[in-house]
């Protein structure tokens, strides 16, 4: 069982209180939607689960043991915040192995079967240059789930994607989930949120507050 508490989460840039006090509690087989405006602190806050950035007050705990202020990187995470920097000459399944290989032998037919998994041509030679929006999100979602990480970040992982595209994830991640995996999700399209999410909380002015039951109205602009 993997958990993951923020506790009274604080995180300012200068003047700019970008997350206030924030709390929430995860744990393995569920999915968490944030939902949230652009700048609504929804990003920072995965970052700094992630370890990626420190929060100025506050706690965050991970399987039950406090992480130091000065942090440390989240392991055993498949993690999806911003455009991954993948090698833009190579093949989708070469930037697999390259970054596969770093701490595992190479497997080129597990990782075919990843690229497969997302819908991804295995055998194809076309550069990531040339992919494109969608192509590009498939492939950092099989970056993502490639070492059947416990923990799974995803920040927009619909990203880019068709109908077919966001389907064929939608499946994947319910799939992850029951397999045990924790899931927190932020997505600006709120049928993501209702076909896939056990708790949903709302980011706003860095406030966190969890709705339940989940509601949209007509003014609601999460898309």
Do not use: W
Not at 65 to 72: H, I, M, Q
Not at 100 to 115: E, F, P, T
Not at 190 to 217: A, N, S, T, W
Request: proline letters at 2%; a positive charge.
């Amino acid at each position: 069982m993997r958990t993951i508490e923020v506790k009274n989460g604080v995180k300012q840039f200068g003047e700019q209180c970008v997350l206030k006090n924030v709390s929430i509690q995860c744990e393995s087989g569920h999915i968490y939607g944030i939902v949230g405006h652009n700048g609504s602190g929804k990003t920072v806050l995965f970052k700094c689960i992630c370890g990626f950035m420190n929060l100025d007050d506050g706690e965050i705990i991970i399987d039950g043991v406090p992480r130091s202020k000065k942090g440390a990187i989240l392991t055993g995470a498949g993690i999806i915040i911003e455009e991954p920097a993948f090698l833009k000459n190579a093949s989708g399944l070469k930037n697999l192995d390259i970054l596969y290989r770093i701490k595992h032998r190479k497997n080129k037919a597990y990782l075919k079967k990843i690229l497969e998994k997302v819908g991804l041509d295995a055998d194809s030679r076309k550069p990531v240059g040339n992919y494109s929006m969608g192509m590009k999100q498939r492939l950092a979602i099989a970056q993502a789930i490639m070492e059947n990480q416990d923990i799974l970040i995803l920040d927009e992982p619909m990203n880019g994607l068709d109908h077919k595209g966001v389907d064929e994830m939608r499946k994947l991640f319910l799939e992850l989930k029951k397999k045990g995996k924790l899931i927190l999700l932020a997505s600006h399209n709120r049928e993501d949120i209702d076909i896939l999410c056990d708790e949903v909380y709302e980011m706003e002015m860095g406030q966190l507050k969890r709705i339940r039951p989940l509601i949209f109205l007509e003014s609601d602009t999460f898309h």
